[in-house]
């Protein structure tokens, strides 16, 4: 979805941070289970810079950067100077998510994180 929300043809440069691995190779270094499948992200332009974020790091190996990192995000957030971004929740759950990707594409919200609260989809609230 986010290959073709993103527009590569003007002078504008993007870059997406993700979780989701790029390559083949990104994903065997993420020590999945066998049994799980994961497609590279490959309909993503060239011209567009992706970051892989692995934050999974944080409990492992990488234990001390998060506490500093935690830390100091609490104190962006206290001093106000780090702020979260705006945030839209989707009505309907999994069921508005098309919508919502919709609104995206189009450009209704800028800087806009959508939130979707699983439990608000109709179809599964009974189970």
Excluded: C
């Amino acid at each position: 979805m986010i290959g073709r929300l993103l527009k590569t043809d003007g002078p504008e440069k993007y870059k997406v941070a993700t979780v989701l691995a790029r390559s083949v190779g990104e994903i065997h270094s993420l020590n999945v289970p066998d049994a799980v499948s994961l497609d590279p992200m490959t309909r993503i332009s060239e011209g567009v810079t992706v970051t892989w974020a692995n934050m999974g790091a944080i409990h492992g190996e990488e234990e001390d950067f998060g506490v500093v990192l935690s830390r100091y995000m609490g104190k962006g957030v206290q001093e106000g100077w780090l702020k979260s971004m705006r945030q839209q929740l989707v009505v309907g759950g999994l069921e508005g998510v098309p919508k919502a990707l919709r609104n995206m594409r189009d450009g209704v919200l800028s800087a806009t994180k959508y939130v979707v609260r699983v439990g608000d989809t109709a179809s599964i609230k009974g189970t």
